[in-house]
């Protein structure tokens, strides 16, 4: 079965600082990896994914992750942290084929300090 | 495009009552996904419509909770009689392709049992 963890349920940051969420994930199959974030009260958005293309993933506001298989890992990264990087994020895996559904981690809070 | 729009937003009800969610998935896409966070866990998967058709209900909890998609549009998500523990929030999700490229999440309607 996939499985997906994320460490660190809250994660705090000062605003320039380097902001690194990490995921790691079980999968059985090549995996198609995603990460979202929800700002406060609005919905889930697509910041980027990786389905088996290049390694290494741009999404959008400056993050980007990196499929490291050896490490089972797709942590996410932003060079410097703003204000309003301020969220909650999900690292989330996808059985594939006939399978859409998405399996979430739990979840990581980040905080920006000013 | 429009996005996917779920209402209502809110929802407070009693214990035994019923209680309807709907989603409208953007338009075209065959896919609909619903999931569900409750407070302080994972987001979970409930089930996959592709079009009309239940293509996977593996995550749906028990027997009060009953999904349809007339028409291969709109969804709704009845859950009879509310428990306690079906407070959290319930998001919608749509995709064209199996969700590969990506899902597109409504905003969610949290629903409190009380």
């Known amino acids: 079965a996939q499985s997906v963890t994320q460490l660190g349920s809250h994660v705090s940051v000062s605003e320039g600082a380097l902001v690194l969420l990490r995921c790691n994930y079980s999968s059985s199959v090549p995996p198609y990896l995603f990460w979202y974030v929800q700002y406060p009260n609005q919905g889930l958005q697509l910041l980027l994914k990786?389905?088996?293309?290049?390694?290494l993933v741009k999404g959008i506001n400056g993050f980007e992750a990196e499929f490291k298989k050896s490490e089972t890992s797709f942590h996410l990264t932003k060079p410097s942290a703003h204000m309003s990087d301020a969220a909650e994020y999900f690292c989330?895996?996808?059985?594939?084929?006939?399978?859409?559904?998405?399996?979430f981690g739990k979840g990581t809070k980040l905080s920006v300090k000013p | 495009e429009a996005g996917v729009t779920q209402f209502p937003s809110h929802s407070v009800i009693e214990k035994g009552q019923t209680v309807t969610l709907r989603c409208d998935p953007i338009s075209g896409h065959d896919n609909l996904y619903w999931y569900r966070r409750v407070m302080g866990k994972e987001i979970k998967f409930l089930l996959h419509?592709?079009?009309?058709?239940?293509?996977?209900e593996s995550g749906m909890p028990n027997n009060r909770f009953l999904a349809e998609r007339t028409g291969g549009t709109y969804s709704t998500l009845k859950v009879q009689p509310a428990e306690l523990e079906d407070s959290g929030v319930y998001f919608c999700?749509?995709?064209?392709?199996?969700?590969?490229?990506?899902?597109?999440f409504g905003s969610g309607t949290r629903l409190t049992v009380v």
């Open positions: 990786y389905t088996s293309a290049a390694t």
């Open positions: 999700a749509s995709s064209q392709v199996l969700g590969l490229f990506g899902y597109t």
């Open positions: 419509f592709v079009k009309e058709s239940k293509q996977d």
């Open positions: 989330a895996v996808s059985p594939g084929g006939s399978q859409g559904n998405l399996i």
